[in-house]
């Protein structure tokens, strides 16, 4: 029900935006745009897969052999479950195919792959607030958001960085959550313990962990902004860093399927100042692109996974 949802609420917006559009206009646009720079800023998903497999294989123990080749069809296969789960949770099932193949044991697993997720959101978070200091012309609503992203920011610095913090905060959390949420916060609690441990005692692969995730959503945030090249529009750079970031919060909100709607109508409004609502739904559509080509290649490696789980058990 909650997958059926998710879908209606996706067709809802999706509806109001394209009744308020001149569809024609819209096609015109794919027509008149610049095919260069459309198969540049699509094929980057190649390099940003790829990378984030490295890192993937990189966040491992020291000791412990994880192929390139195994990290890739990993990320692939997240990327099958995060067209369907809410704010991008499929890569936490990387945890249970690492446990699965014998990689790492089930905690460690799921310590590994909170980290990562946790490093990318911080990464986010910061290139959203580098890029709101500099965007002119703030109203009151992007002073508010300016706000939110730099407490979302420090919030996330803090429970990673200090483990009195985190074990305050879940101790508070766990105080006044329902019976349910709390047996996934103990367990929550429990990993992030481990993390903390196995992460900070090497602190030149956390800085290095730190710069990757850094680069690898700037790189994220160029492709977006070669989307908008492709449309043959303008936005300058420091504006698309503040913008970006904005539109993809909104679609990890999980009220829609895989951000679809959500991020769309975000990208219609932010970018309202550079280029039209037809440019809007266009760069809309592209990014949804972004999720939906690494969860197609994903698919036979996911459909592999499975089988494996299915003989096993």
Known sequence: MKRLLSIVVSLVILAIIYSQIDRPALVQVFQNCDRLW???SLGMVIPLTLATAWRLQQLMPRQQTFPLAEATKLTLSASVLNMVLPSKMGELAKAYFIRDRGYLPGSLAFSLVVFEKASDLLSLFLWCVFGLAFYPDKDLLFWAMTAMVLFGLVFGVLLLASRSFANLFFQR???IAPSKLRKTLEKLHISWEEMHHHFWQDKRQLVIIASISIFIWFLHLMQIWFFIFALR?????????????????????PLTFAGVGTRDAA???FYQPFFDANVGAALGLLCTSRYFLPALGGLPFFSQYLAKVRTAK
Not at 235 to 250: E, G
């Open 38 to 40: 459309m198969a540049i």
């Open 173 to 175: 959390s766990k105080a």
């Open 233 to 253: 529009a303008t936005v300058p750079f420091m504006a698309n860093l503040a913008l970006a970031p904005l539109a993809i919060f909104a679609g990890l909100l």
């Open 267 to 269: 990208l219609i409004l």
